[in-house]
């Protein structure tokens, strides 16, 4: 089974758009990371945030919001006013600490494409 | 540098030749993590270095894998008698504290592997 699904492969949407990317993740551990990169065109992974699962407080960045709840084990991150040079992959990822090891897995990403 | 530096940053080989792919993690990292990824997919982990030990190998697929951190800096990934399944790009990032600290990793812009 897939430890971190993102369901959405593509999403294309207009400049000033929002937009919803969904992280749905599987875990036994009770202790346990998680984090959203972005990977533009030069391939380069880029850190966007980390949420252990003791904190289930939602964040705001600028533009950017991510909803953590534990129910269902969603992840989700949302882009307010969508601009072109927020076109990229996005990962989420899960990091399990825990009786069952480390392990650190990405999803399969979502290619994000914003058109002016 | 300032960030994490992958050389080469692209890489043809034939099948059946020996590969080695360089990464310079940032400056003081202890962590040093490497990555393949195939094309449309997200990145899988391969191995992982605390300073020169390599405590994690688990994600190696083959014995013709091999990866090196002799004096804790600067990492060789080698790929022996190169397969077309190979071709990937391989990442590499490094972060500040232990694995099991869970700190934001730092990635390179990745080695792009071509077997022909």
């Known amino acids: 089974a897939q430890k971190v699904t993102q369901a959405q492969t593509e999403i294309s949407v207009v400049e000033k758009e929002d937009v919803t990317l969904d992280c749905v993740y599987e875990t036994r551990d009770t202790t346990y990371y998680l984090f959203w990169y972005k990977q533009p065109p030069s391939g380069e992974l880029v850190f966007l945030i980390r949420?252990?699962?003791?904190?289930?407080q939602n964040e705001i960045s600028g533009r950017y919001s991510w909803n953590f709840q534990k129910s269902t084990s969603s992840f989700n991150f949302t882009i307010t006013a969508s601009q072109v040079v927020d076109s990229a992959v996005y990962f989420c990822?899960?990091?399990?600490?825990?009786?069952?090891?480390?392990?650190?897995?990405f999803g399969p990403g979502t290619r994000l494409s914003v058109l002016p | 540098g300032a960030g994490v530096s992958q050389s080469p940053r692209y890489k043809v080989a034939k099948r059946g030749q020996d590969v080695a792919l360089r990464c310079d993690p940032i400056s003081g990292h202890v962590s040093l993590f490497w990555y393949q990824q195939a094309l449309g997919q997200g990145p899988e982990f391969l191995t992982y270095f605390q300073n020169e030990a390599q405590l994690d190998k688990s994600g190696l697929p083959s014995d013709r894998f091999f990866a090196e951190r002799p004096e804790g800096s600067v990492s060789t990934l080698k790929i022996q008698r190169t397969q077309q399944e190979d071709s990937a790009v391989y990442l590499c990032?490094?972060?500040?504290?232990?694995?099991?600290?869970?700190?934001?990793?730092?990635f390179g812009d990745g080695t792009r592997l071509s077997i022909l």
């Open positions: 949420r252990n699962s003791f904190d289930e």
């Open positions: 990822a899960l990091s399990e600490i825990g009786n069952y090891g480390q392990n650190f897995v």
């Open positions: 990032a490094s972060s500040f504290g232990d694995r099991e600290d869970n700190q934001p990793q730092h």
